[in-house]
DNA sequence: TGCAATCTACCGAACGATCGGTAATTTAGC
DNA sequence: GCTAAATTACCGATCGTTCGGTAGATTGCA
């Protein structure tokens, strides 16, 4: 899993600096950016705080690099296959199961570290939340196309999507901590439940 | 809104120590616990770091106090009242509104804070812990006793119940940021998806 | 092939700032 | 004159960051 430009070849050994940013990434999924501390994330890879200064430019840029990364990989792994199904119903279960797949299994760096925004440079608080954005807009469109065969039950498309990142990102958060159950499942009825909201019941 | 012990009697002008709790609540539903520093705090209720100590013991029984407040005010004013209510679908979705006006309306305290419980001893997590999982039963026995009456869709009840906790504090969440909306069509929206989430499609 | 020049990756030490917290002291109100 | 409330003046620890320096590998040139 690397991280900034240094990304080394799908094969070979991790490069230093992407086990650092890894490291980074991981510390501050479980304690927040704020609660992470330059010194722990050196330590967690053998190393000096100074040592560190080798690898990153400063403790801002690190988590912006690692917010960029993140919507790098949603792209990779939700994104772009999602966007090749015709059936909006279809590629909306897709994108419910992927996008929960990857924050449960690629750690949750994807959604949990967003709420760390507000750490960053105004500018690049903007970058952030205009890539999101596209990404709301998968789904919103999603729904137009749903309401347009009339197969949508009648709600606010605005709402309805926040309620669907909402209900991803929480996943994920249960997930991480005491809330245990199957996988499959865990999945399964969420994408069940979700639907049910969406649609008109079946005649 | 008095915290801790003094609550002063609920006409008269807040107590200093009331205000004390009430800005700390808020600066750190705003910036976090660890984002938020005792200076902060003081400087916000005009007094100097050491002045504060006069009314709290630690930053870490502060937000023990806040958090049993936010726990009281949510019992107050969304559990006793929808306790008495017979239907549970008509329970549930006061439940929903009561809670989420209470989210909205009177500082985020009561949720967004709970994502900082790491932040106390581990047996003052339990504490708070165990209050929530009081406030998840009561969800928990309204589907239950949709599900005995045929009402309730085939589904996981205790995945459910995440699902609507996490809607609901997802709704405060965006609220509090960008995400401007009408209250009352925010709220009504949000019965609707999550009732038509549960519910067997009507005959 | 040999050797100097350069680069990579790290170190120990220290910077100013801020953190949560304390002791002694002054001020304000009954 | 007593108590409560707030002050000034600190403490040790830690924060993010920068410094000068160095062992070891890589490169350029004779």
């Given at each position: 899993m690397p991280y900034s430009?240094?990304?080394?070849?799908?094969?070979?050994a991790p490069t230093r600096t992407a086990e650092v940013y890894r490291a980074a990434a991981e510390l501050m999924v479980e304690k927040g950016f704020g609660g992470t501390s330059i010194s722990e994330i050196a330590q967690a890879v053998g190393m000096t705080k100074a040592g560190l200064y080798h690898h990153i430019s400063s403790k801002q840029d690190m988590l912006l690099r690692i917010l960029n990364h993140a919507m790098d990989e949603l792209e990779l792994i939700v994104t772009t296959p999602v966007?090749?199904?015709?059936d909006p119903e279809e590629r909306l279960r897709q994108l419910m199961r992927l996008q929960i797949q990857g924050l449960v299994r690629h750690g949750l760096v994807f959604v949990v570290l967003f709420s760390e925004i507000n750490h960053l440079a105004p500018e690049q608080q903007q970058e952030i939340r205009g890539r999101i954005k596209e990404h709301h807009a998968l789904i919103r469109e999603a729904l137009r196309e749903l309401a347009e065969s009339g197969?949508?039950?009648?709600?606010?498309v605005n709402i309805a999507t926040m309620h669907i990142m909402n209900a991803m990102t929480g996943v994920a958060r249960w997930k991480a901590q005491d809330?245990?159950?199957?996988e499959e499942h865990l999945i399964h009825e969420t994408v069940a439940y979700t639907m049910a909201a969406l649609l008109k019941p079946e005649a």
């Open positions: 430009g240094l990304r080394s070849a799908p094969d070979a966007r090749l199904i015709e197969r949508l039950r009648s709600l606010d809330f245990a159950s199957d």
